[in-house]
């Protein structure tokens, strides 16, 4: 199995929704994504999927959610826009687009330089 990795960025706000603290107010972050998928066959080129074409993809889906207040969109609308509720979402969106060739194995949101939530496979 050939597992590869990117990792990209995008800014938002948000407010997380039934906390108690300082995260239930308006803030923002920068959030770091990192995407894992695997697959077990090579192209002729010797990849298993053009990292440009895995970029291109995230950038995409994370365009969704770049600059804007995560509370206000619909995959949001009655879940709490959790780093863990992001890592879903963006994980979900880039399953959609691949085909069983290249499995989403995990995705990982960054909100700070040491704290981060994964949603995967298992």
Excluded at 60 to 84: A, M, Q, T, V
Aim: aromatic fraction near 12%; glycine fraction near 4%; hydrophobic fraction near 40%.
């Amino acid at each position: 199995m050939y597992r590869l990795m990117i990792s990209t960025y995008f800014a938002a706000a948000h407010n997380l929704m039934h906390y108690q603290g300082d995260c239930e107010n308006l803030h923002g972050h920068n959030w770091k994504v990192e995407v894992t998928v695997a697959t077990r066959q090579l192209d002729k080129s010797g990849l298993g999927i053009d990292f440009k074409v895995l970029k291109k993809e995230t950038k995409r889906i994370l365009g969704l959610l770049d600059h804007k207040y995560l509370n206000e969109l619909p995959f949001f609308k009655d879940i709490s826009p959790s780093s863990e509720n992001i890592a879903r979402f963006v994980f979900e969106e880039l399953q959609q687009v691949f085909n069983e060739a290249v499995v989403i194995e995990s995705v990982c949101i960054w909100e700070s330089e040491n704290a981060c939530a994964s949603y995967a496979l298992q």
